[in-house]
């Protein structure tokens, strides 16, 4: 099966359907999701992106990001990719949006309608090694810290994300 992204305007309003990779060879918006866990101390589940990902392998981001499919909803696709990513399922509320782009050296581009959505996790994690070489669980003052020392170790919409989410927190707070 081809994995196709949904095509959006910049108020996430579909405006067609494209294969993933020509999606990012183009550098279209489509809409995709950020999933953030976090456990009953308040730290964040961040996962190493596998070495072999077609792009940013080997980086460390949010508990997963992912693409609906055609006519799949944001929530339901996010707790699919949590399922098959990370090996296990948590209530997920949506947070806020965002857009953004950023181009790799391999030619593609990430041009997303980013989805942002928060859950609680205390379980067994069960990486699957085709998606996650690791995982760990952090601070999200320790988090802030290493990103400003060591960026190039955070995928590019992590690095965008992450103040956002500061910033949704701070005002729910």
Not at 2 to 18: K, P, Q
């Amino acid at each position: 099966m081809t994995d196709s992204v949904v095509l959006v305007n910049e108020f996430d309003e579909e405006v067609g359907t494209m294969e993933k990779m020509e999606a990012h060879r183009q550098a279209l918006l489509h809409r995709a999701f950020s999933v953030f866990i976090f456990n009953a101390s308040g730290e964040m589940l961040l996962q190493r992106r596998a070495l072999t990902k077609y792009h940013s392998g080997g980086l460390w981001t949010n508990a997963c990001c992912s693409h609906p499919r055609p006519g799949e909803s944001v929530e339901a696709a996010a707790t699919r990719r949590l399922q098959e990513e990370l090996g296990f399922v948590a209530p997920l509320v949506p947070a806020f949006s965002f857009t953004y782009n950023a181009p790799f050296d391999n030619g593609l581009t990430e041009y997303e309608f980013d989805h942002v959505l928060t859950g609680s996790y205390d379980g067994d994690i069960q990486p699957v090694p085709e998606e996650v070489c690791d995982v760990c669980y952090l601070s999200m003052d320790e988090i802030r810290a290493d990103l400003v020392d060591h960026p190039e170790k955070y995928t590019a919409w992590f690095r965008i994300a992450f103040p956002k989410l500061e910033e949704f927190m701070a005002s729910r707070a």
